[in-house]
């Protein structure tokens, strides 16, 4: 069975300080994609970063990176000089073994930016 | 409209009642997927939709649950006869494409519909 785990329900950081916030999952396939959503109180997901698994190369958008480990299944995500307006929930997820339209997702961290 | 909107934004009914949760997408977004996020969790697949058509409906929990999209374009998610447990926040998703929506990530959602059941 596929799963996703993110073992932190809950981080608090100061503003301007650096988070990661782990993910870790299990599948069967090879070449797939993972992703991390925020879900702010508004509670709009919103797509913050993906990775290809095929690709060495950790991606990075701004503020946001990863840190992904494929032999280790692990795919965690650090927020740097974080903001108050990152408080959100964070999801990690990835699809369905052989969906192309079908997200498995975690269970979701709250991340409190504190002033 | 420039995103996907949802309504109602909250919706309190009594158990045993029938809902109707809507859900418009973005203009020209062929692919529209529903999901169910209840309290403290991620969301759980409901339903996928290919243009007019329910590509997968696997996820629905039971057959009180149905969901139309017949133009294409607006979706509506129907409950029947509706119960505590389906008090979750329904969200609502769409992509230009289902291969560019998982593979690259690019689902763009909706605020959900909060339902309270009773």
């Known amino acids: 069975a596929q799963t996703v785990t993110q073992s932190q329900p809950e981080m608090s950081v100061q503003e301007a300080e650096t988070v990661t916030l782990s993910c870790t999952y299990d599948?069967?396939?090879?070449?797939?994609?993972l992703f991390w959503y925020k879900q702010p109180p508004s509670r709009q997901m919103i797509l913050v970063i993906r990775q290809e698994a095929y690709k060495q190369q950790n991606a990075t958008e701004n503020r946001f990176s990863v840190n992904f480990q494929k032999a280790a299944k692990s795919f965690s995500l650090k927020i740097s000089d974080s903001q108050l307006g990152d408080t959100a929930m964070y999801f990690c997820a990835f699809p369905l073994l052989g969906s192309n339209y079908q997200l498995i997702w975690g269970a979701g961290t709250k991340l409190i930016i504190k002033p | 409209g420039a995103g996907v909107s949802q309504t109602p934004s909250n919706k309190v009914t009594e158990k045993g009642k029938y809902v109707e949760l809507r859900c418009d997408p973005i203009s020209g977004h062929t692919a529209l997927y529903w999901y169910r996020q209840s309290l403290g969790q991620g969301p759980e697949f409901l339903i996928y939709?290919?243009?007019?058509?329910?590509?997968?409906d696997s996820g629905l929990p039971n057959d009180r649950f149905f969901a139309v999209r017949p133009e294409g374009s607006v979706s509506t998610l129907k409950i029947q006869r509706t119960e505590r447990g389906d008090s979750a926040v329904y969200l609502c998703?769409?992509?230009?494409?289902?291969?560019?929506?998982?593979?690259?990530?690019?689902?763009?959602f909706g605020e959900g519909s909060r339902l309270t059941v009773l």
């Open positions: 939709f290919q243009g007019t058509g329910a590509a997968d």
């Open positions: 998703a769409s992509s230009l494409f289902p291969l560019a929506g998982t593979n690259t990530g690019e689902l763009f």
């Open positions: 599948t069967s396939e090879n070449n797939y994609y």
